[in-house]
């Protein structure tokens, strides 16, 4: 069974750029999440989705970060523009519905410059 | 405000010794507790769970122990092996409907298996 997909793997852009993350979950997994986990510590719920739906994105920083997930599989994160202090790993995470247990993919690390 | 703390950042054991990680929790309203294992370049890797009902879990070399008076779990790893050397994350869930999944993470306790 193939794990949560992300692309990007790392990602170096210039602070004001524009930059978008991908994630293809577990397939058969409804809920996806996505994570923001800086050096040194752990990752930080930004968003939820249970199917195509945000049920919780709570601590997604609406000004300028963005997310979607179009027919409730693959989602898109996005920044824009990007500020120094998004430098950070970007996790994606899948689990079934209500499901205790979740599945992170690699992360895609962005550095600011 | 860490609702979730792993106050060691690190720990180093010898091989074939026991590891025992720890994490504290100030919420009570959270039902279920994770640990998980991260590799260098890695995403985190679900390791073991507990739900706050019960005391212990045992899987193989990992056992987890909550002690809910204290709010405080552990993870034992006996016999430590070479191979375990990762963070390992403790994770919590909360119990309320509106937020049903979400997991608030430790910091990360970085462990080395000495050969």
């Known amino acids: 069974e193939a794990g949560v997909v992300q692309s990007p793997r790392y990602k170096i852009i210039e602070k004001k750029q524009p930059v978008a993350f991908w994630c293809n979950p577990i397939s058969g997994h409804n809920t996806l999440y996505w994570y923001l986990q800086n050096l040194g510590q752990g990752p930080e719920l930004l968003i939820r989705y249970e199917n195509e739906e945000a049920v919780d994105d709570s601590q997604l920083p609406k000004d300028r970060f963005s997310a979607e997930r179009l027919k409730g599989v693959d989602s898109t994160l996005k920044i824009q523009p990007a500020e120094l202090g998004d430098s950070a790993v970007y996790l994606c995470?899948?689990?079934?519905?209500?499901?205790?247990?979740?599945?992170f993919g690699p992360g895609t690390r962005l550095t600011v410059l | 405000d860490q609702q979730v703390k792993q106050n060691s950042p690190s720990l180093s054991v010898q091989e074939g010794r026991i590891s025992i990680l720890n994490c504290d929790y100030t919420n009570s309203m959270f039902d279920y507790f994770l640990w998980y294992k991260k590799y260098p370049a890695e995403g985190p890797t679900f390791l073991i769970s507990i739900s706050s009902i019960k005391d212990k879990n045992e899987d193989g070399r990992f056992t987890v122990f909550l002690n809910k008076s204290a709010k405080h779990l552990s993870l034992h790893i006996v016999p430590s092996q070479p191979g375990d050397s990762a963070v390992y994350f403790c994770?919590?869930?909360?119990?309320?409907?509106?937020?049903?999944?979400?997991?608030?993470f430790g910091q990360g306790t970085t462990l080395q298996v000495k050969p």
């Open positions: 994770a919590a869930r909360i119990s309320s409907s509106s937020n049903t999944g979400k997991l608030i």
């Open positions: 995470a899948s689990s079934l519905t209500r499901a205790n247990e979740q599945f």
